[in-house]
Nanobody, 124 residues
Framework: QVQLVESGGGLVQAGGSLRLSCAAS????????MGWFRQAPGKEREFVAA????????YYTDSVKGRFTISRDNAKNTVYLQMNSLKPEDTAVYYC?????????????????WGPGTQVTVSS
């Protein structure tokens, strides 16, 4: 089993930046593809970004391309989401997810493991 815990969320002004972290424990996080999802009030959960086990392949939803960067440090069993040029529409609870399949993550399908989420609020 894998436990995931997000950190780094908070309140930021539009145009600002935040870096989210997701720490994996239990079985090594490097054995899994990792992803970030978000859920805004009144909206369904949506895919944000995903990264392969070794970090060599990344995917992003169109709305965050050029602004967000997903990365991972397998020595620390941690995945990051650097969020720049934040917009009010980025406001959501952000969830870290892990799965054996990168395709499952990037397609928005259900993942095997989920973190509890961290709130990101972008003020206008």
């Amino acid at each position: 089993q894998v436990q995931l815990v997000e950190s780094g969320g908070g309140l930021v002004q539009a145009g600002g930046s935040l870096r989210l972290s997701c720490a994996a424990s239990g079985r090594t996080g490097s054995s899994y593809a990792m992803g970030w999802f978000r859920q805004a009030p009144g909206k369904e959960r949506e895919f944000v970004a995903a990264i392969s086990r070794n970090g060599g392949i990344t995917y992003y939803t169109d709305s965050v391309k050029g602004r967000f960067t997903i990365s991972r440090d397998n020595a620390k069993n941690t995945v990051y989401l650097q969020m720049n040029s934040l917009k009010p529409e980025d406001t959501a609870v952000y969830y870290c997810a892990a799965d054996g399949s990168l395709g499952v993550l990037k397609s928005g399908s259900r993942a095997t493991y989920w973190g509890p989420g961290t709130q990101v609020t972008v003020s206008s």
